[in-house]
Protein backbone atom coordinates (compact mmCIF):
# COMPACT_ATOMS: atom_id res chain seq x y z
CA UNK A 1 0.00 0.00 0.00
CA UNK A 2 2.65 2.47 0.92
CA UNK A 3 4.74 1.42 -2.28
CA UNK A 4 1.98 2.10 -4.37
CA UNK A 5 0.99 5.66 -2.53
CA UNK A 6 4.87 6.48 -3.48
CA UNK A 7 4.10 5.71 -6.95
CA UNK A 8 1.01 7.20 -6.80
CA UNK A 9 3.11 10.81 -5.73
CA UNK A 10 5.93 10.25 -8.30
CA UNK A 11 3.24 9.43 -11.02
CA UNK A 12 1.26 12.93 -9.71
CA UNK A 13 4.90 14.58 -9.36
CA UNK A 14 5.57 13.99 -12.82
CA UNK A 15 2.91 15.19 -14.46
CA UNK A 16 2.86 18.52 -12.31
CA UNK A 17 6.50 19.27 -13.87
CA UNK A 18 4.92 18.26 -17.02
CA UNK A 19 2.12 20.35 -17.18
CA UNK A 20 4.27 23.28 -15.17
CA UNK A 21 7.00 22.90 -18.86
CA UNK A 22 4.45 22.91 -21.00
CA UNK A 23 2.43 25.55 -19.55
CA UNK A 24 5.87 27.76 -18.98
CA UNK A 25 6.91 26.93 -23.11
CA UNK A 26 3.70 27.78 -24.02
CA UNK A 27 3.81 31.54 -22.75
CA UNK A 28 6.72 31.69 -24.19
CA UNK A 29 5.54 30.76 -27.32
CA UNK A 30 2.39 33.59 -26.54
CA UNK A 31 5.08 36.38 -25.50
CA UNK A 32 7.17 35.79 -29.44
CA UNK A 33 3.89 35.38 -31.20
CA UNK A 34 2.42 38.36 -30.10
CA UNK A 35 3.22 41.93 -31.89
CA UNK A 36 3.26 45.23 -30.36
CA UNK A 37 2.23 47.56 -32.50
CA UNK A 38 3.61 50.78 -32.14
CA UNK A 39 0.23 54.07 -31.88
CA UNK A 40 0.64 56.18 -34.80
CA UNK A 41 -2.64 58.56 -34.32
CA UNK A 42 -2.86 61.76 -32.88
CA UNK A 43 -1.31 62.72 -29.49
CA UNK A 44 -3.04 65.71 -29.16
CA UNK A 45 -6.20 67.55 -30.92
CA UNK A 46 -6.42 71.48 -30.19
CA UNK A 47 -10.18 73.32 -31.15
CA UNK A 48 -9.87 76.86 -32.90
CA UNK A 49 -6.33 76.92 -33.78
CA UNK A 50 -4.60 80.61 -34.29
CA UNK A 51 -1.55 80.41 -34.92
CA UNK A 52 0.06 84.10 -35.75
CA UNK A 53 3.80 84.39 -37.19
CA UNK A 54 5.89 87.53 -36.22
CA UNK A 55 8.68 89.74 -37.61
CA UNK A 56 10.19 92.45 -35.67
CA UNK A 57 7.70 92.29 -33.11
CA UNK A 58 4.73 92.80 -35.82
CA UNK A 59 2.38 90.19 -36.91
CA UNK A 60 3.06 89.12 -40.35
CA UNK A 61 0.86 86.19 -41.01
CA UNK A 62 -2.32 84.48 -39.39
CA UNK A 63 -3.11 80.84 -39.49
CA UNK A 64 -6.60 79.46 -38.38
CA UNK A 65 -8.47 76.45 -38.85
CA UNK A 66 -11.12 74.63 -36.35
CA UNK A 67 -9.17 71.96 -35.27
CA UNK A 68 -5.29 70.34 -35.40
CA UNK A 69 -4.65 67.12 -34.83
CA UNK A 70 -0.42 66.94 -33.44
CA UNK A 71 1.62 63.47 -33.91
CA UNK A 72 4.06 62.46 -32.49
CA UNK A 73 6.91 63.28 -35.14
CA UNK A 74 5.50 66.89 -34.30
CA UNK A 75 3.22 66.73 -37.86
CA UNK A 76 -0.25 68.21 -37.63
CA UNK A 77 -2.89 67.49 -39.76
CA UNK A 78 -6.36 70.12 -40.17
CA UNK A 79 -8.78 67.96 -40.96
CA UNK A 80 -11.32 71.26 -41.56
CA UNK A 81 -10.87 74.08 -43.68
CA UNK A 82 -7.37 76.41 -43.33
CA UNK A 83 -7.41 80.49 -43.62
CA UNK A 84 -3.79 82.08 -44.03
CA UNK A 85 -3.68 85.55 -43.65
CA UNK A 86 -1.02 88.09 -45.18
CA UNK A 87 -0.38 91.46 -43.39
CA UNK A 88 2.15 94.50 -44.67
CA UNK A 89 4.22 96.18 -42.31
CA UNK A 90 0.96 98.64 -41.24
CA UNK A 91 -0.61 95.49 -40.14
CA UNK A 92 -3.18 96.02 -42.94
CA UNK A 93 -4.81 92.37 -44.24
CA UNK A 94 -3.69 92.54 -48.06
CA UNK A 95 -3.53 88.39 -48.73
CA UNK A 96 -5.25 85.71 -48.22
CA UNK A 97 -5.41 82.10 -48.69
CA UNK A 98 -7.83 79.37 -48.20
CA UNK A 99 -7.72 75.44 -48.37
CA UNK A 100 -10.72 72.65 -47.34
CA UNK A 101 -8.31 70.91 -45.36
CA UNK A 102 -4.09 71.35 -44.64
CA UNK A 103 -0.95 69.58 -42.92
CA UNK A 104 1.99 70.55 -41.66
CA UNK A 105 5.07 68.64 -42.43
CA UNK A 106 7.81 69.21 -39.32
CA UNK A 107 11.16 67.70 -41.19
CA UNK A 108 10.13 70.42 -43.89
CA UNK A 109 8.72 72.84 -42.67
CA UNK A 110 5.89 73.18 -44.74
CA UNK A 111 2.66 73.56 -44.78
CA UNK A 112 0.38 71.74 -47.50
CA UNK A 113 -3.02 73.48 -48.14
CA UNK A 114 -5.56 71.45 -50.28
CA UNK A 115 -8.67 71.05 -51.63
CA UNK A 116 -10.17 73.91 -53.75
CA UNK A 117 -7.91 76.48 -52.90
CA UNK A 118 -8.02 80.01 -53.64
CA UNK A 119 -5.19 82.68 -52.81
CA UNK A 120 -6.34 86.21 -53.10
CA UNK A 121 -4.15 89.21 -53.43
CA UNK A 122 -6.50 92.53 -52.89
CA UNK A 123 -3.79 94.84 -53.55
CA UNK A 124 -3.32 93.62 -57.04
CA UNK A 125 -6.77 92.16 -57.35
CA UNK A 126 -5.27 88.98 -58.59
CA UNK A 127 -6.65 85.16 -57.48
CA UNK A 128 -4.99 81.39 -57.80
CA UNK A 129 -7.38 78.73 -57.72
CA UNK A 130 -5.83 75.05 -57.19
CA UNK A 131 -6.28 71.93 -55.64
CA UNK A 132 -2.62 71.91 -53.30
CA UNK A 133 -0.93 74.59 -52.50
CA UNK A 134 2.66 74.21 -50.51
CA UNK A 135 3.54 76.97 -48.06
CA UNK A 136 6.99 77.86 -46.85
CA UNK A 137 7.27 80.24 -43.93
CA UNK A 138 10.78 80.06 -44.02
CA UNK A 139 11.61 80.83 -47.66
CA UNK A 140 8.73 82.74 -47.47
CA UNK A 141 7.27 80.86 -51.12
CA UNK A 142 4.36 79.54 -52.00
CA UNK A 143 4.16 76.74 -55.17
CA UNK A 144 2.40 73.99 -56.63
CA UNK A 145 3.22 71.49 -59.60
CA UNK A 146 -0.49 71.21 -59.91
CA UNK A 147 -3.13 73.00 -62.69
CA UNK A 148 -4.13 76.00 -61.14
CA UNK A 149 -5.82 79.27 -62.90
CA UNK A 150 -4.30 82.71 -62.24
CA UNK A 151 -7.30 85.66 -62.73
CA UNK A 152 -6.26 89.34 -62.68
CA UNK A 153 -8.24 92.16 -64.21
CA UNK A 154 -6.55 91.77 -67.34
CA UNK A 155 -5.95 88.26 -67.58
CA UNK A 156 -6.91 84.57 -66.97
CA UNK A 157 -3.99 82.34 -66.89
CA UNK A 158 -3.97 78.61 -66.90
CA UNK A 159 -0.75 76.21 -66.55
CA UNK A 160 0.36 73.37 -64.44
CA UNK A 161 3.04 74.69 -61.68
CA UNK A 162 3.51 77.92 -60.60
CA UNK A 163 5.64 79.86 -57.64
CA UNK A 164 5.08 82.72 -55.84
CA UNK A 165 6.11 84.55 -52.92
CA UNK A 166 4.13 84.13 -49.92
CA UNK A 167 2.10 87.41 -50.65
CA UNK A 168 1.62 86.26 -53.87
CA UNK A 169 2.09 89.62 -55.71
CA UNK A 170 5.01 88.18 -57.93
CA UNK A 171 4.81 84.60 -59.26
CA UNK A 172 6.07 82.54 -62.05
CA UNK A 173 4.81 79.65 -64.03
CA UNK A 174 6.07 76.88 -65.50
CA UNK A 175 3.51 75.55 -68.43
CA UNK A 176 1.21 78.50 -69.11
CA UNK A 177 -1.35 79.54 -71.36
CA UNK A 178 -3.98 82.38 -71.96
CA UNK A 179 -4.14 85.89 -72.64
CA UNK A 180 -1.30 87.75 -71.41
CA UNK A 181 -1.21 91.30 -70.59
CA UNK A 182 2.55 92.08 -71.87
CA UNK A 183 3.93 93.48 -74.58
CA UNK A 184 6.14 90.94 -75.99
CA UNK A 185 7.15 87.61 -75.03
CA UNK A 186 9.98 85.54 -75.89
CA UNK A 187 9.33 82.08 -74.40
CA UNK A 188 8.07 78.83 -75.47
CA UNK A 189 4.78 77.27 -74.10
CA UNK A 190 6.93 75.11 -72.27
CA UNK A 191 8.68 77.54 -70.92
CA UNK A 192 8.14 79.28 -67.25
CA UNK A 193 7.05 81.92 -67.79
CA UNK A 194 7.70 85.48 -65.27
CA UNK A 195 5.04 87.98 -64.09
CA UNK A 196 6.85 89.80 -61.98
CA UNK A 197 4.89 93.34 -62.14
CA UNK A 198 5.26 96.80 -60.50
Known sequence: MRQNLHTYIKKLSFVGIITSVFFFFSCEEK??????????GPLMATENLNVMYSDSGR???RLTTARQLKFQNEDEVYPKAVYVTFFDKNGVEYS????????YVKSEGLYKVMGNVFFFNRLKQQSLS???????PIRKKVYTDLKFTIKTP???LHGVGMDADQDFTHYTM????GS???DSLNAK?????DTTSN
Do not use: C, I, M, P
Not at 96 to 103: F, I, V, Y
Not at 130 to 136: A, C, E, I, R, V
Not at 174 to 177: G, M, T
Open 174 to 177: RKAK
Open 59 to 61: TTV
Open 189 to 193: NDAAV
Open 31 to 40: KKTEVYQRYN
Open 180 to 182: FAV
Open 130 to 136: TDLLNWS
Open 96 to 103: SLRGDSGR
Open 154 to 156: LEE
